[in-house]
């Protein structure tokens, strides 16, 4: 494996998947002064990012014909696939050397099948699986989770920094996917506990305060990401989509197919995954996922 120094600002990198997560990612990059290529299945979707300053393509390969360092960011397997190995994909373009870092959330089997391909080609991968949201895209303060060589990451790290406020190398390729899994289970039954609280309180006669007591939860143990981020928008019905439901779905299902090739159980999840089954069989896949919360309290 060749390994590359640390990038600067006039590296040519690329960047493709530019829907509500690799969009603030991609804007983070330029407001850091990056030079950036964009690739995007939606041509019009790379305008804003022309408009800002990058150079929009028309494949993968031809992005990576002028980029040593692509940032992928995609719905599923399949998709990250088909850019880095279909007939225009990133392997049949990209300079020995060259490094690709996965953000997508993918099986962590998946992702040390792709690494084994493209070091054929002397190109390395880390799996970067990020945790934060839209809002945290957008303002350059993700969590990532990184899985690969040490020396990759390293060489990497300063890149990512741009859109993750902590950046942790948790181990090896597929470790990234690994414990991002493990974010997403963890969420997803801090979730149906923040769901039946509000549940709860709403269920009594003589009236809550919601706003009030979610504040009141706040300040103590039940403190969460989901109490602060999704509670305000339950309370209100307000699932205009950040992170959709078919996505967590997604998630839910590649948690409980690792948990089930080593027989574990995964009590939350398994629940969790049913309710956003239903929720995105009944119409409702392109909601927020926190939509989850009136699914998990339907009347039986």
Known sequence: MTVRTAFGPDSGIGFIGLGS??????????????????FARDPKACNPFV????????????????????????????????????PEGLSQALEPGSYVVDTSTIAATSARDFGRRLAQYDIALLDAPVSGGQQGALAGTLTCMVG??????????????????????????GAGQTVKLCNQVAVAGAMLGVADAIALAQSQAQGVDMAAMREVLMGGSAKSFSLEKHAPRIIARDFKPGFRAALMRKDLRLALDMAHATSTVLPCATVAHQLLDELCAGGGSDLDWCAVAVQANKPA
């Open 21 to 38: 997560m690799g969009a603030g990612m991609a804007h983070c990059l330029l407001r850091n002064g990056f030079r950036l290529r964009v």
């Open 51 to 86: 408009e800002a300053g990058a150079q929009a393509t028309a494949s993968p390969a031809e992005l990576a014909r002028s980029c040593k360092l692509v940032f992928l960011s995609l719905p599923d397997a399949a998709a990250v696939e088909d850019v880095l190995f279909g």
């Open 148 to 173: 690969g060589a040490t020396p990759v990451v390293e060489a990497c790290r300063e890149v990512i920094s741009t859109f993750c406020k902590t950046v942790t190398h948790v181990g090896e390729l």
